[in-house]
């Protein structure tokens, strides 16, 4: 199983960027998707997550309203559009896949992981 993520970059407060993760090695339509960050010294948080089919989606608080979580399983590929971007948005962001069929908040919840890709946001 490959998760490949891409999109992050250097983007001032405010802006946005698009975060892609395409995966193969595994039937992509069956999987609960979702997005962790990790900021340097703490630990790995949960930041989206969709359902199989699409039709629902979970977020953390802090980022309600500011991104959203989608899927294209055509593609076999889950994106992440980040607007409104602050500066405590900096963070390595990593897709996950779980094999539960539930959407779930947590990393013991994921059983696949992509390598990560760094979004950083200056004031």
């Known amino acids: 199983v490959q998760l490949q993520a891409s999109g992050g970059g250097l983007v001032q407060t405010g802006g946005s960027l698009r975060l892609s993760c395409a995966a193969s090695g595994l039937t992509f339509s069956r999987h609960v998707m979702a997005w962790f960050r990790q900021a340097p010294g703490k630990e790995r948080e949960f930041v989206a997550a969709?359902?199989?089919?699409?039709?629902?989606?979970d977020y953390a608080a802090f980022v309600k309203g500011r991104f959203t979580i989608s899927r294209d399983n055509a593609k076999n590929t889950v994106y992440l559009q980040m607007n409104g971007l602050k500066t405590e948005d900096t963070a390595v962001y990593y897709c996950?896949?779980?094999?539960?069929?539930?959407?779930?908040?947590?990393?013991?919840?994921?059983?696949?992981w992509g390598q990560g890709t760094q979004v950083t946001v200056s004031s």
């Open positions: 996950a896949a779980s094999l539960m069929f539930n959407i779930a908040a947590t990393v013991r919840e994921y059983n696949y």
């Open positions: 969709i359902s199989w089919d699409g039709t629902h989606a």
